[in-house]
């Protein structure tokens, strides 16, 4: 098994910034990719980014590239995403998932096999 705990969320003004963290324990080698996905009221589940756990190689949505940033601390067994430039859109809850997906299926969240809980992101305009 592996635990997850997210950690960060909170409300900003658009044009702010905020530091997501997801704070893993248990089985390591369950989780060969992290990855931050979220969901708005009415929408579908998107993804938002990954991270290679070894290699450190990230991956980003379209929608986040240039403004969000994931980063892991392998001492702190911790995933980070920096999310600077916020926008109204970016409302959502953000959930961090672990698995292993590979670098093709890494967007989609049934490729992994645990969740956080998620924690709850508003930007007001």
């Known amino acids: 098994q592996v635990q997850l705990e997210e950690s960060g969320g909170g409300l900003v003004q658009a044009g702010g910034s905020l530091r997501l963290s997801c704070a893993t324990s248990?089985?390591?080698?369950?989780?060969?990719?992290m990855g931050w996905f979220r969901q708005a009221p009415g929408k579908e589940r998107e993804f938002v980014a990954a991270?290679?756990?070894?290699?450190?190689?990230?991956y980003y949505a379209d929608s986040v590239k240039g403004r969000f940033t994931i980063s892991r601390d392998n001492a702190k067994n911790t995933v980070y995403l920096q999310m600077n430039s916020l926008k109204p859109e970016d409302t959502a809850v953000y959930s961090c998932?672990?698995?292993?997906?590979?670098?093709?299926?890494?967007?989609?969240?049934?490729?992994?096999?645990?969740w956080g809980q998620g924690t709850q992101v508003t930007v007001s305009s």
């Open positions: 991270i290679i756990w070894t290699s450190g190689r990230t």
């Open positions: 248990g089985r390591t080698f369950s989780r060969y990719a």
């Open positions: 998932a672990s698995g292993n997906p590979t670098a093709a299926t890494l967007m989609r969240g049934r490729e992994y096999l645990y």
